[in-house]
């Protein structure tokens, strides 16, 4: 379950025994009816089973994992907007066949009409319509089903996809967990050799590339952790005073400018949203470089808090700005998973991370939140 809210395939994942007794849920249950008898062969067969939930809008997925002779069902859920759309298509062309339906029974009429006198309408005209409407129809029925069967499969290779992602970062957080070990190990030997006259030079040399692995240990395991949430009121604009003192002492050079609206404070995880604004102003700081300025600005509405951070470094390309990819970096040396982790860290909040241009040049991110917390 974690791994599947982990890898943002759902908004809540759910576990059960195959009998429908709800084992776990997180962040809470969902209304929806339990499989049948068929749809749990189909689990067993290795199918995923997609349903619908207590609304329009929800889609549900399943599917089973076995071990060691027993059977769990996960089921995740996420609210689809397109589905209430699709509802719509369909109660449209529900009224198509009520309208076909009238136009039968007008054309039936005609039929069974005495012949008609000089002058009067002919039945053809009916028929000619009820032919008209049928094509239509036809037509309608085809592009929808044409559109039901490419989003059933997008949605079920989205699952598949994003199910063997989880897993692979499950083991390549494993991975990573022992190579830190290692790391440890490396830096006490270095530590003994620094003692000797002759190794000083090489251990500081040892010690340097360890504390580079080590930082990029740290961050990746930031970006593929499990985060939950620890929610309270916090103020808002001392802890982005707090993450731009830190660094700026880290960057020396660009200068910083924040401007907030007074006693700006929100609802939410207060560490979890530090990191991610110490993503994004340490981004904009090695962006704009020696000489180049940093502007933070923060506003909040009734509903709102919008936190933007700019600078006029070189920017990014529009194709990268519209699909952040971890390890996709343009800065040498860059690891490429910043501006990936504060996007995780601020969805986890229900809010989104926007990136544009800045004019004459630069970057703007900006970051909306829920000011009453996550939903």
Not at 291 to 314: A, K, S
Request: net charge negative; charged share 25%.
């Amino acid at each position: 379950m974690r791994a599947v809210l982990a890898a943002g395939v759902a908004s809540a994942a759910e576990a059960f025994d195959v009998g429908g007794r709800s084992l776990a849920a997180a962040p809470r249950p969902t209304a929806a009816r339990w499989l049948s008898p068929a749809e749990l062969a189909r689990l067993r067969a290795g199918e995923v089973v997609l349903t619908g939930g207590s609304d329009s809008q929800t889609l549900v997925g399943h599917i089973l994992l076995a071990a060691d002779g027993k059977e769990v069902v996960i089921r995740a859920s996420d609210v689809r907007p397109e589905l209430a759309a699709d509802l719509r298509d369909r109660q449209r062309l529900f009224a198509i066949l009520g309208v076909v339906l009238l136009l039968i029974l007008a054309a039936a009429a005609l039929l069974l009409a005495p012949a008609p006198r000089a002058g009067a309408v002919a039945a053809p005209h009916a028929l000619l319509a009820y032919e008209e409407a049928m094509d239509l129809l036809r037509a309608r029925g085809e592009e929808l089903s044409v559109q039901h069967d490419e989003e059933r499969r997008r949605l079920t290779g989205q699952i598949q996809d994003k199910e063997a992602m989880a897993r692979a970062g499950e083991l390549t957080a494993g991975i990573v967990h022992e190579m830190r070990n290692g790391l440890g190990t490396i830096v006490a030997y270095a530590r003994l050799l620094e003692k000797v006259p002759d190794g000083r030079e090489h251990a500081r040399s040892i010690l340097e590339e360890c504390e580079t692995l080590e930082t990029v240990v740290r961050r990746f395991m930031d970006f593929v952790k499990h985060e939950s949430l620890a929610l309270s009121d916090f103020d808002l604009e001392k802890m982005l005073a707090r993450v731009t003192a830190r660094e700026s002492r880290s960057h020396p050079g660009p200068a910083v400018k924040v401007s907030s609206a007074e006693g700006v404070s929100m609802w939410g995880d207060e560490a979890l949203l530090e990191r991610a604004f110490e993503n994004l102003v340490r981004n904009a700081l090695e962006s704009a470089g020696p000489g180049g300025h940093v502007w933070v600005e923060v506003g909040r509405t009734e509903d709102l808090v919008t936190v933007t951070v700019e600078d006029d470094g070189p920017g990014l390309a529009d194709q990268v700005r519209g699909s952040l990819r971890p390890f996709l970096t343009t800065k040498p040396g860059g690891l490429g998973l910043g501006l990936p982790t504060a996007l995780k860290m601020i969805k986890l909040h229900g809010g989104e991370l926007t990136l544009g241009g800045r004019t004459p040049r630069g970057l703007s991110m900006r970051v909306q939140l829920p000011a009453r917390g996550p939903k």
